[in-house]
C-alpha cells in the first residue's frame, strides 16, 4: 500500500506547454502540500491545502496552481513551463498528531 | 517567516567514526524540528524529530539536541556505516496559519568513506 502516490514520475516536456501532477493519499491526512527540490537539493514548499482551503502560498508563479478535489488529493497543474520550472516535485501530506511529512516519490519535470 | 540554516553542506567521515550536523532557526516560536533523510533518487524520510519542550531524543545510533535559547538544534550519528550515505535535512515548523508546514534547511550531503 503506498501512502502517498504521484503521477507522472518522469515528465519531459516543452518549453511554453502546460502539464499537471497529480497526488493521492491514503493516510486519511488532512493537510497535503507541494515541495520543489530544485538540482541544490533545496527543498521549498509551494502550497499547504487543508481540508481543501489553501493554507500557504509562498512566493510561487501563478502559472502554479493546485487542485484539490476532495482531502485525499491535491493536484498540481502549471501553465506555460519555463526552464527554470525544472526540477523534482515531491507532493506530501501532514499526520497532524505526530507533525511527520509523508512524502510521494517525487515528479522529476524536465523542461526543454 | 521561518529561516533554517543548515552546515555544513557537505560532510566526509570515516566508517565508525561520529557525524554532527548543525541547524538554526530564526523564529523563536518554532516548536517542532523534525531530520529527514533522503538517499539517492528517493523521497525524503523522517529518522528522528525533537520538540521544543525536550532538550535531547535519542534512537539507536541517532541522536537530536536542541538549545531553545540559542535556537539551534544538532544531528548526530554514531558509528556510522556505508548506509548512512545520503543527504540530510533538518527542518523547523512554520509558526501560525494552521497548517504545520515545515521550512527545511539547504541539506547536508554525507559521504562514508569506508
Known amino acids: 500500500d503506498t501512502a502517498v502516490s504521484q503521477t507522472p514520475k518522469y515528465l519531459v516536456t516543452q518549453m511554453g506547454n502546460d502539464k499537471s501532477i497529480k497526488c493521492e493519499q491514503n493516510?486519511?491526512?488532512?493537510?497535503m502540500y507541494w515541495y520543489k527540490q530544485d538540482s541544490k537539493k533545496f527543498l521549498k514548499i509551494m502550497f499547504s491545502?487543508?481540508?481543501?482551503?489553501?493554507?500557504i502560498n509562498e512566493t510561487v508563479p501563478n502559472r502554479f496552481s493546485p487542485k484539490s478535489p476532495d482531502k485525499a488529493h491535491l493536484n498540481l497543474h502549471i501553465n506555460s513551463l519555463e526552464l527554470g520550472d525544472s526540477a523534482v516535485y515531491f507532493c506530501a501530506s501532514n499526520a497532524r498528531v505526530t507533525g511527520e511529512l509523508f512524502f510521494g516519490e517525487g515528479s522529476r519535470l524536465t523542461v526543454l | 517567516g521561518e529561516n533554517v540554516e543548515q552546515h555544513p553542506s557537505t560532510l566526509s567521515v570515516q566508517e565508525g567514526d561520529s557525524a554532527v550536523i548543525k541547524c538554526t532557526y530564526s523564529?523563536?516560536?518554532?516548536?517542532?524540528f523534525p531530520w529527514y533523510k533522503q538517499e539517492l533518487g528517493k523521497r525524503p524520510q523522517l529518522i528522528i524529530d525533537?520538540?521544543?519542550?525536550?532538550g535531547e531524543k535519542k534512537d539507536q545510533r541517532i541522536a537530536v539536541t536542541l538549545n531553545k535559547t540559542a535556537k539551534h538544534f544538532s544531528l548526530h550519528i554514531t558509528e556510522t556505516q556505508p548506509e548512512d550515505s545520503a543527504v540530510y535535512f533538518c527542518a523547523a515548523s512554520i509558526p501560525g496559519g494552521g497548517a504545520d508546514g515545515l521550512t527545511f534547511g539547504k541539506g547536508t550531503h554525507l559521504i562514508i568513506q569506508p
Open positions: 491545502y487543508n481540508n481543501k482551503e489553501l493554507i
Open positions: 493516510l486519511g491526512h488532512d493537510t
Open positions: 525533537i520538540r521544543s519542550n525536550v
Open positions: 523564529d523563536s516560536a518554532s516548536n517542532y
